[in-house]
């Protein structure tokens, strides 16, 4: 079974993948791999913390942002195909970045990008 340090390491590859321009509008965030999401919930990863386009300059301190990476499912999904994890990772940190930007689910959808 992959190690959560694996896990770790492809979904930071991933995000060193992203465009710079991007990158360098990240702060505070802290990607975390856990085994499964909620009961109920069949969720790749998730994304917890204020977006972007809801932060203000007069909040002095914020928690951590987190990238909560759901182990099971990732690895139900992709089987024993080392690419195929890669490239769900690839799209799992840029869904759940795209939620520190403040783009909903409904917007990714709309632009054909969920």
Do not use: C
């Not at 390491?9 to 321009?21: I, K, S, T």
């Not at 992709?78 to 520190?100: C, K, N, S």
């Not at 783009?103 to 709309?110: K, P, T, W």
């Amino acid at each position: 079974m992959i190690t959560d340090a694996e896990l770790e390491a492809l979904a930071l590859a991933a995000y060193d993948e992203l465009p710079p321009a991007f990158r360098e509008r990240v702060s505070n965030l802290a990607f975390v791999i856990d085994d499964e999401p909620p009961p109920g919930k069949n969720w790749l990863a998730t994304y917890q913390g204020v977006p972007m386009t809801q932060q203000s300059v007069f909040q002095s301190w914020q928690l951590p942002h987190v990238v909560t990476i759901y182990r099971g499912p990732l690895l139900r999904i992709t089987g024993d195909d080392p690419q195929r994890l890669e490239e769900e990772m690839r799209h799992v940190v840029r869904h759940e970045l795209a939620h520190y930007f403040g783009i909903s689910d409904a917007r990714l959808i709309e632009i054909d990008a969920y």
